[in-house]
T-cell receptor
Framework: AQTVTQSQPEMSVQEAETVTLSCTYD???????LFWYKQPPSRQMILVIR??????QNATENRFSVNFQKAAKSFSLKISDSQLGDTAMYFC????????????FGKGTKLSVIP | DAGVIQSPRHEVTEMGQEVTLRCKPI?????LFWYRQTMMRGLELLIY????????DSGMPEDRFSAKMPNASFSTLKIQPSEPRDSAVYFC?????????????FGSGTRLTVV
């Protein structure tokens, strides 16, 4: 079975500081996308950033960036200049099953931004 | 586009009752997924459809669970009879055609409580 591991159940960061959330995955797909989702207290699942495995350049979306290490199957999320609105659960997701149509999610990291 | 629409947002029911959760995917999306989220097990894929056809229902926990997609704009997840251990947040998600590079768009979820 495909697995996604987020080793940090909870983290906290001071407002305006930088924090990195870890994720490792296991997929048998050759070309695939990886995703980070944010779930605030409203429970809405929001796509934060995605990374194509064939691209060597790490994806960046404003204050969010990834550190993608394909050989190590590692996909960490870096949040710069943390804001109070970043407080949420963060889930890493990788493809599972043939054709990458399904996503397997990690158990999540609860991030608290402290004023 | 209004996004993925789920109803109801909250459902409280008594053990043994039938529960029906509803989902309207984004127009043009050809994949639809049902996930269940609990504290203990995280996000679990229950079933997914492609072009209204169920492709993989191996995540459906028991015969008490059933899902249908009678047309491209509507899907239901039914639990009959419901049990307290079915209490969870149920998410519907849809995905655009192609290789999945845009990830899923999630609905806002239905919080089910079985008492």
């Amino acid at each position: 079975a495909q697995t996604v591991t987020q080793s940090q159940p909870e983290m906290s960061v001071q407002e305006a500081e930088t924090v990195t959330l870890s994720c490792t995955y296991d997929t048998s797909e050759s070309n695939y996308y990886l995703f980070w989702y944010k779930q605030p207290p409203s429970r809405q699942m929001i796509l934060v950033i995605r990374q194509e495995a064939y691209k060597q350049q790490n994806a960046t979306e404003n204050r969010f960036s990834v550190n993608f290490q394909k050989a190590a199957k590692s996909f960490s999320l870096k949040i710069s200049d943390s804001q109070l609105g970043d407080t949420a659960m963060y889930f890493c997701a990788s493809p599972s099953g043939a054709g990458s149509y399904q996503l397997t999610f990690g158990k999540g990291t609860k991030l608290s931004v402290i004023p | 586009d209004a996004g993925v629409i789920q109803s109801p947002r909250h459902e409280v029911t008594e053990m043994g009752q039938e529960v029906t959760l509803r989902c309207k995917p984004i127009s043009g999306h050809d994949y639809l997924f049902w996930y269940r989220q609990t504290m203990m097990r995280g996000l679990e894929l229950l079933i997914y459809f492609n072009n209204n056809v169920p492709i993989d229902d191996s995540g459906m926990p028991e015969d008490r669970f059933s899902a249908k997609m009678p047309n491209a704009s509507f899907s239901t997840l039914k639990i009959q009879p419901s049990e307290p251990r079915d209490s969870a947040v149920y998410f519907c998600a849809s995905r655009s055609p192609g290789t999945g590079n845009y990830g899923y768009t999630f609905g806002s979820g239905t919080r089910l409580t079985v008492v």
